[in-house]
């Protein structure tokens, strides 16, 4: 079994937690800006929880090197972009702001490991 296919549960289910939390009273508790960057976390994070099905799909049928970074780069993505969002929205800490776009550099890079994987085998 992929190992893609429980990193797509665990950052569905986030996305899915985090995403109803910020809909349903968060914004009597927390300034706008900061409800937002969480519900943005869990848009990105629902987007890319299927994208790593296909990761895990693609792992099975063909393999290789530009699939594992596309789903690692997908997971980095998660972790760094969602996940930051998400602390930074919860907590304030604004520090945190400058892993954001490295995790959207993530997950482009995952996006870009799959169209070459498609270039290539064109």
């Known amino acids: ?20 939390t910020a809909a349903h009273g968060l914004d009597a508790v927390l300034a706008a800006e900061r409800v937002a960057w969480i519900e943005t976390g869990a848009r990105y994070a629902m987007t890319h929880a299927p994208a790593l099905l296909g990761v895990a799909w693609l792992r099975a049928v063909r393999g290789g090197g530009l699939v594992a970074l596309a789903g690692g780069s997908f997971t980095a993505g998660a972790v760094l972009f969602s996940g930051g969002l998400w602390l930074v929205g919860l907590t304030g800490w604004t520090a945190l702001m400058p892993v954001v776009p490295v995790g959207g550099a993530g997950y482009i890079l995952g996006w870009l490991a799959l169209l070459a994987l498609a270039l290539r085998r064109a």
């Open 1 to 20: 079994m992929s190992p893609w296919i429980g990193v797509s549960g665990l950052f569905g289910a986030l996305a899915v937690a985090f995403g109803a």
